[in-house]
């Protein structure tokens, strides 16, 4: 009976494996688990030379080493500022007299939005969108905030105005501004947006071309609304309105106390005029149109003979146009 072969034992074969030198099968000797013990010591050399010339580098040449690299190696993605020179203050006081269809309320809109932003406080009025009106301007209109120990910042709605009881409560520094446009296109923006048919029993398109009684145009919707409204706006008496010298000096009154009479028909650049003015970023003053009608309920008033007729009516606010696009 064949001899059933022994199986070898772990431990011998464990120190076989483990033993640093054992011969093949033809004799060769190899090594076996040991790792090549020269070149760990070569490793361990280097890094201990590493480590001490680190420790002896000097700190500012690390710095320029980072700084090469920064600027090199891994250059920046942010851009340069727009105007590196530029050391203005944004300007946060600011009183925007708030015109009728003049796309004011576009413009309402930026101050409304940059105002929120930065935690400023808005002159409200108690109810509705008027502060006054026809009323001029007064602080008795408005809340007083300084019994909390805040100030007014920005002046938006619509009111009269009144300059020097504005400043009253104003900061020093506090800018105005206000925006103006084409009488004719204004007065046939507020025949349809107050439907004034109504009031004068007229419709737009024969304005001027039946006889009226004497004053018949100067009547004003609500005692707000009508004729020459730009400048009724704006403050000026409605009675001097046929005084050529008093609407003359009015306008130059109202050029001398505004910082910037922006232009409806030029509102590119009199956005960036007012990005300067107030020295704010460009997303600041980007502008969304509110309150515009569409194009085709408007009229064309230029391309008939209705254009000379109104602006004879409102001959007293051509004046205030000719004068802001000017200057």
């Given at each position: ?97 708030k015109t009728h269809k003049c796309a004011s309320s576009s413009i309402q809109n930026i101050f409304n939005r940059y105002g929120y932003r930065h935690g400023l406080t808005f002159v409200l009025p108690a ?167 569409n194009e085709r309920f408007k009229r064309k008033t230029k391309q008939n003979d209705l254009y000379p007729k109104t602006c004879e009516i409102q001959k007293v606010a051509m004046s205030l146009l000719k ?5």
């Open positions: 009976m064949e001899k059933q072969k022994r199986k070898p034992r772990w431990s011998k074969l464990r120190r076989k494996i483990t033993h640093p030198l054992h011969k093949g099968s033809e004799g060769n000797v190899h090594k076996v688990g040991v790792p090549n013990r020269s070149f760990s010591l070569v490793s361990v050399i280097f890094c201990a030379a590493f480590v001490v010339y680190v420790i002896q580098y000097d700190e500012t040449d690390i710095h320029s080493v980072r700084r090469i690299l920064s600027e090199d190696t891994f250059p920046s993605t942010e851009e340069p500022p727009e105007n590196p020179t530029n050391s203005c203050t944004p300007r946060h006081n600011i009183v925007f007299l109810k509705g969108s008027y502060i006054g009106h026809p009323e001029p301007f007064n602080w008795s209109m408005v809340p007083d905030v300084r019994k909390f120990g805040l100030h007014y910042n920005i002046l938006t709605h619509h009111c009269r105005l009144n300059y020097d009881e504005m400043r009253r409560n104003l900061p020093d520094n506090v800018v105005f501004i206000t925006i103006v446009r084409n009488p004719v296109e204004l007065y046939e923006s507020l025949f349809s947006f107050y439907s004034l048919h109504r009031f004068y029993k007229e419709r737009f398109d024969t304005l001027g071309k039946h006889q009226k009684p004497p004053g018949f145009y100067e009547k004003r919707m609500g005692g707000k609304i009508g004729f020459n409204q730009m400048l009724f706006d704006l403050g000026m008496d409605d009675k001097a309105f046929g005084n050529t010298s008093a609407v003359m000096d009015y306008v130059r009154f109202i050029d001398s106390v505004f910082d910037l009479v922006m232009v409806r028909e030029r509102m590119d650049e009199s956005l960036v005029l007012l990005k300067e003015l107030l020295c704010w970023d460009i997303d600041d003053v980007i502008i969304f149109h509110l309150n515009a009608r004068f802001s696009t000017a200057t």
